[in-house]
Nanobody
Framework: QVQLVQSGGGLVQAGGSLRLSCAAS????????MGWFRQAPGKEREFVAT????????FYTDSVKGRFTISRDNAKDTVYLQMHSLKPEDTAEYYC????????????????WGQGTQVTVSS
């Protein structure tokens, strides 16, 4: 049974930091590209970051470049999203996702999704 179990998130003041984790099971983690997406109330789900199979290559949406870092530990079957200098506009439900093929920011390229975790940034 494929599972992506997310942890982390919560309420933080603007300028603060949070780390999200996503633990995978039920599939060969190192064979999947991993990504993070987010969805604010009333908005569509949007791409945040993606990381290649080995973790060598990463790609971010412009609004988080220099503030967020995606990483993975294939020995632990876990992907992370470290978030610094958080802004109120980062407030959203965050989702991790796994894709067999590299699809970058293309939402439909991802096959499996985590349950979501709320990040709220107060001003």
């Amino acid at each position: 049974q494929v599972q992506l179990v997310q942890s982390g998130g919560g309420l933080v003041q603007a300028g603060g930091s949070l780390r999200l984790s996503c633990a995978a099971s039920g599939f060969t983690f190192s064979n999947y590209v991993m990504g993070w997406f987010r969805q604010a109330p009333g908005k569509e789900r949007e791409f945040v970051a993606t990381i290649s199979f080995s973790g060598v290559a990463t790609f971010y949406t412009d609004s988080v470049k220099g503030r967020f870092t995606i990483s993975r530990d294939n020995a632990k079957d876990t992907v992370y999203l470290q978030m610094h200098s958080l802004k109120p506009e980062d407030t959203a439900e965050y989702y991790c996702a796994a894709g067999k093929l590299y699809g970058g920011s293309f939402l439909k390229a991802y096959d499996y999704w985590g349950q979501g975790t709320q990040v709220t940034v107060s001003s």
